[in-house]
């Protein structure tokens, strides 16, 4: 199945969950936000969240940046 | 003591994270700094290079994390940002940014009012970044902001305070706390700022792209702290000081 | 600074200011309250004239050479209250009257014949018999006849001073007679004018109902004098910083004889009179300071240009008096006699313009502003 993640089509094996994508990137599911299909989506759902074919991801967080000077 | 939404903050400085160098100096720069707060962005994160993580970087609970809205070019992408900054983890926090016209980065005044009212409404600590109008000001205030960031001249401009007249208009009115953010390109923009009355100022480029960001982060942590403390102490007056001994100036009818 | 303040701290922070502070707060572009606590405390009681210099200069730059001008309309000398220091206060044998609309219509042409554009509506305590439909239904006839019509009557609350907004009336003032709780107390002995805070809080919820002016003040004599200062200039700050929108005035009424024979408790000078005046114009450049009928004209024409920005003129303080000078009932004794023609000639021998309008009342919207009514 294919999903798009940040604007970059990807595909994926079987349906796993949010938290499983996220680690298999590298990522630390504590330090994102993520918003599927234009929904943010609740940091307790990772776990139980399953990923479905042609779900629009937008996986975000922090970097550095911050003042107008 | 800088109080903000009830807050604590014993240092006067707060710094942005962006445009360093290396990870480690900017680590170094804010450690020398001695801000407790910290501006960040938000960004799509590179799935083919996910490189470092903020988060992990800097300590969260030895600095309040502010994120910005920063790219947001009105009320509704602002808002999205500052929820998706939330669910990222920031808290409450936000520095809100609306800059439509990409030449100047100024910010939209009608935006930015709109947004902070949503915001507010949501639970967020709003900072918004303004222009330096203190009619604004005011209606931020009162749609409950927790602070106001009016810009001292052009963001990137290193011009100081070219609003100087109407920032003194809004530290007088301000019920909330004065952070002066953008233009401030040097110390001593930092210790005039200060001086005034402001109630902090937020830093990032010129610590940043200096020659040594930990030796600028320490001489903004100084000018600030002079600054305050000759706001605090009661600046003299230039000019002549009045005497008992002038005439008597036309009030020889008093009785 | 807390507010109100205590008047014991207030005193002491008087009694130990130096020449030097003084010197240094009459340099400084802006007055903050430590500046001036030291202009009104006695080490700054020889300082009168580069304090008077400061203060013209200022009222210059801001209002220009300008004296607006303004009568007050007296529309019952009726009051439930007992304040010892009132002509009309309800101990008093004086003839009471209140006015009709009719008759408070007759008195407003009678104004209105004379020159004046700016009335002020002005009535002892009796909500009973002189309330907010009395008011209302007065402004809304009064409306198109002035540029300004303006009330000091009962306290009343910020819907009540909405709906009288939107009928015409311009703006509110309220003194609190003084700012020390405990001389308050002594004072208003009786009537629901002894409660201190409710009063206190008027001008916010005139303020907060959209009024364009709202003005304050405290009756001089009744308390030391530069601490009263002190507390009414805290005042204006604490009104600012809430209701930017609002304008603010601050009168200086001096106790005057009235009936029932009060003597002042604490005598208040002119030249006492003429440092508060100075000391409020430095810590609050756009201020609009008034000075009634109360004083006289020697010591009105001599502070023409010093600082105020508004006199009454050719006033009767008795309800009815302008179309009956033999009534009695006054609130007052006047000072000032001359009428509304000759205060206007002498303002513009002193070089100044006499302005009666700077407003229409036809024009304003019931907009309430302010989040934080108090």
Not at chain 2, 176 to 202: I, N, T, Y
Not at chain 3, 104 to 125: N, P, Q, T
Not at chain 3, 166 to 174: K, L, N, Q, S
Not at chain 3, 196 to 205: I, K, N, S, V
Request: proline share 5%; glycine share 8%.
């Amino acid at each position: 199945m294919e999903i798009i993640c940040n604007g970059v089509k990807t595909a994926l094996d079987a349906e796993i969950s949010l938290a499983t994508f996220l680690r298999g990137k590298g990522l630390n599911p504590d330090t994102v936000a993520v918003e599927c299909d234009g929904v943010i989506q609740a940091r307790e759902t990772y776990e139980g969240m399953r990923l479905r074919e042609g779900m629009v991801l937008e996986v975000i967080r922090f970097v550095g940046g911050g003042a107008s000077c | 003591m800088l109080t903000i939404a009830g807050r604590i903050f014993s240092s006067r400085l707060i710094v942005g994270t962006g445009k360093f160098p290396s990870s480690a100096l900017m680590r170094a720069a804010i450690e020398a700094s001695g801000a407790e707060m910290v501006t960040v962005a938000l960004r799509r994160v590179d799935l083919n290079d996910p490189g470092d993580d903020l988060m992990t970087m800097l300590d969260r609970h030895q600095y309040v994390f502010l994120p910005n809205t920063s790219g947001a070019r009105n009320a509704d992408e602002a808002v999205r940002l500052a929820r998706l900054a939330r669910a990222a983890g920031a808290g409450e926090w936000l520095k809100l940014e609306v800059t439509p016209d990409p030449r100047t980065l100024l910010p939209d005044p009608v935006e930015t009012l709109k947004a902070t009212e949503v915001l507010v409404k949501e639970g967020f600590i709003v900072l918004p970044y303004m222009n330096a109008d203190p009619i604004l000001a005011q209606h931020l205030q009162e749609a409950g902001a927790a602070a106001v960031m009016p810009l001292g001249s052009l963001i990137g401009t290193n011009q100081g305070l070219l609003t100087r007249f109407q920032l003194e208009i809004i530290i007088a009115q301000a019920r909330v706390p004065v952070v002066v953010d953008a233009g401030l390109g040097a110390p001593s923009h930092a210790a005039q700022a200060m001086e005034m009355g402001a109630d902090a100022v937020l830093i990032n480029t010129a610590i940043a792209v200096s020659g040594d960001p930990v030796r600028m982060a320490q001489a903004f942590a100084a000018a600030v702290k002079a600054g305050r403390d000759a706001f605090e102490a009661g600046l003299g007056v230039s000019g002549p000081v009045a005497a008992a001994s002038s005439p008597q100036a036309g009030l020889d009818f008093l009785r | 600074m807390d507010f109100p303040p205590l008047f014991n701290d207030l005193q002491a922070r008087l009694a130990a200011v130096t020449v030097r502070e003084v010197e240094r707060s009459l340099a400084a572009e802006r007055l903050d309250v430590a500046g001036l606590i030291a202009l009104l405390s006695p080490a700054a009681d020889d300082m009168l004239p580069p304090m008077a210099k400061r203060s013209a200069a200022i009222t210059r730059q801001r209002f220009g050479s300008t004296m607006q001008l303004y009568a007050p309309l007296y529309l019952s000398n009726l009051c439930q209250n007992r304040c010892l220091y009132c002509g009309f206060s309800a101990d008093n044998r004086i003839e009471r009257r209140i006015l009709t609309i009719e008759e408070a219509e007759a008195e407003a042409a009678i104004l209105h014949d004379r020159g004046f554009s700016h009335i002020l509506l002005v009535a002892g305590e009796a909500p009973g018999r002189l309330g907010v439909d009395y008011l209302e239904e007065l402004a809304l006839r009064l409306r198109d006849k002035f540029a300004a019509v303006s009330m000091e009557v009962q306290p009343l609350s910020t819907l009540e001073y909405a709906r009288l907004f939107r009928a015409g009336i311009t703006a509110v003032a309220v003194y609190q007679e003084t700012y020390d709780r405990e001389i308050y107390a002594s004072l208003h002995p009786a009537g629901p004018k002894r409660d201190f805070d409710f009063r206190l809080g008027t001008p916010a919820r005139a303020a907060a109902a959209g009024m364009r002016e709202v003005g304050i003040g405290a009756l001089l004599g009744l308390a030391d004098w530069r601490a009263e200062g002190v507390a009414l200039a805290l005042h204006l700050a604490w009104l600012r910083q809430r209701f930017w929108q609002t304008s603010f005035t601050v009168s200086f009424p001096r106790l005057r004889p009235a009936e029932g024979g009060f003597a002042p408790l604490a005598p208040v000078t002119e030249r006492d009179l003429a440092q508060l005046l100075f000391a409020m114009r430095l810590f609050d450049h756009d201020v609009g300071l008034l000075l009634s009928t109360r004083e006289e004209a020697r010591f009105r024409d001599g502070m023409l240009g010093f600082g105020p920005t508004r006199y009454s003129a050719g006033s009767c303080t008795a309800p009815g008096g302008y179309g009956n000078p033999a009534l009695s009932g006054e609130q007052f004794a006047v000072g000032d006699h001359r009428s509304l023609a000759e205060v206007s000639a002498m303002i513009r021998q002193h070089g100044f313009d006499p302005v009666r309008k700077d407003w229409d009342s036809s024009f304003q919207q019931a907009v309430a502003q302010g989040s934080q009514a108090a």
